[in-house]
């Protein structure tokens, strides 16, 4: 897939999603009201877009990506709980990109066309990690 196909794939499933958090970020209300969370939100959906683009050819399967998910949020909080000052920023970095990793497996397993009940239950397992 061309990553402009990419890209308005996963859009897509995250205004859907969104909405019903009552998110709706095509909304330019919503825009002014929660800049943060707009920004957040439309970094995770490049990032995850990007990474899926480089992924799409690759042998490696969504299940993989969701179980590295699980094992960095186990490292973030080995870091954390660590007390030295650079591995908590650095730990605090991972936290806040590592949705771009748990966005990536499902829109990778729509590209691969490699959805399963068990990625399902990974990913729902890895983000309670």
């Keep these: 897939m061309k990553y402009q196909e ?6 897509q499933n995250e ?6 958090l009552n998110a709706d970020i095509t909304d330019k209300r ?3 009201r929660s800049p943060y969370t707009f920004f957040k939100i439309l970094l995770y959906i490049e990032g995850a877009s ?3 683009f ?4 690759t042998p490696i399967k969504p299940n ?4 590295f998910y699980a094992i960095i949020g186990i490292v973030a909080g080995l870091l954390l709980a ?4 650079n591995l908590i920023i650095t730990a605090i970095i991972i936290y806040f990109f590592k949705v771009i990793i748990d966005g990536s497996d499902g ?7 490699q959805t399963s009940h068990l990625g399902a239950l990974l990913d729902n397992w890895a983000g309670l990690v």
């Design 54 to 57: 480089l992924l799409q050819h």
């Design 82 to 85: 660590s007390g030295e000052n």
């Design 30 to 32: 919503y825009r002014l």
């Design 64 to 67: 993989w990506i969701t179980l």
């Design 6 to 11: 990419i890209r308005s794939l996963e859009y």
């Design 15 to 20: 205004v859907k999603v969104l909405k019903n």
């Design 50 to 52: 990007i990474l899926v």
């Design 107 to 113: 829109l990778l397993a729509r590209v691969k066309n």
